[in-house]
């Protein structure tokens, strides 16, 4: 079989797998978003959960945003990016926001033991880590490698994004009351 038919083949398989997609419309297909019920889109109720730290000390969600302006839940496989992500949040926001929890999720490591290694490793021993060894938060939040989160005081999310630049966590924090 000749090279020239064996990409036409390719090339046609290849765009039998995108059905529909090979003329995207431009309307947003995902579900409408209900507000005021539990769920982790901006404007539901925060699901809570309790996590031990890296410290061997509990931390459920409720009572921390109950006693700060917010939290901040930043999701980490201690990669790069996340070691990237961590180092700008700690030098940007962290400092300037004493009144906010910011809590690192390690949804990865499986011990509480492992996720401190890596928390110590990393550079990161001054900050809340959780080990997430069910991944209870990570099923609740869909929190994937650089998710962040904030939710305010009264317990609603403010904010659910991957991390990026962090200037959209700049905006969220600057505007919790």
């Not at 901006?42 to 309790?50: E, L």
């Not at 931390?59 to 302006?69: K, Q």
């Not at 999701?75 to 809590?103: E, G, K």
């Not at 490698?145 to 904030?150: A, L, R, W």
Request: with cysteine.
């Amino acid at each position: 079989m000749s090279f020239v038919k064996i990409i036409t083949i390719l090339l046609v398989l290849g765009l039998a797998g995108c059905q529909d997609n090979l003329l995207p419309s431009d309307s947003d297909e995902r579900p409408t978003v209900v507000t005021g019920i539990l769920g982790n889109q901006v404007g539901q109720i925060a699901p809570d959960f309790t996590l031990e730290s890296t410290l061997n000390t509990f931390h459920t969600l409720s009572s921390e945003y109950s006693t700060h302006d917010g939290v901040v839940l930043y999701f980490t496989m201690w990669c790069p990016v996340c070691d990237s992500h961590m180092s700008h949040m700690r030098s940007t926001y962290i400092a300037n926001y004493p009144n906010v929890q910011f809590l690192i999720i390690d949804y990865v490591t499986g011990s509480v033991t492992n996720a401190r290694s890596a928390q110590v490793s990393g550079g990161y021993s001054g900050l809340t880590v959780l080990a997430d060894i069910n991944q209870t938060a990570m099923n609740l939040y869909d929190g994937t490698m650089g998710t962040t989160i904030v939710i305010d005081s009264l317990g609603i999310v403010q904010m659910n994004q991957d991390y990026s630049d962090g200037s959209k966590l700049g905006q969220v924090l600057s505007a919790l009351p």
